[in-house]
């Protein structure tokens, strides 16, 4: 099993997901004779993952293998909620979890 853990930068635009096109086609052929290649959602644009043939865990068929549930929840601390630079922590699109993140072992 290969697992992409976290990729950086987190942000950009077409010479991004160009670098990530470049970087999957060699890690495809390098690791070719695993059984598996993960990255976590999020980590690299859709469009690029589709083009090398990921699919999610979370639809058929993958989601039929696979029972693994997991939640992160984030507690205001008082009752105007809890922001950081602007950014509302209690707001599900606000997260990100990557395997570096998880407890992957």
Do not use: K, Y
Request: charged content about 25%; proline content about 6%.
């Amino acid at each position: 099993m290969v697992q992409l853990a976290d990729v950086v930068p987190l942000v950009g635009g077409d010479s991004r997901d160009n670098a990530f096109v470049a970087l999957l086609d060699r890690i495809v052929r390098d690791c070719g004779d695993a059984d598996i290649v993960s990255v976590t959602n999020g980590t690299i644009p859709p469009e690029v993952l589709i083009r090398f043939g990921f699919v999610g865990d979370a639809g058929p068929p993958l989601s039929w293998l696979s029972d693994f549930d997991c939640r992160l929840v984030a507690l205001p601390l008082d009752d105007d909620g809890w922001s950081v630079g602007g950014t509302r922590l209690g707001l599900r699109s606000n997260w990100h979890i990557s395997f570096a993140e998880r407890d992957t072992a």
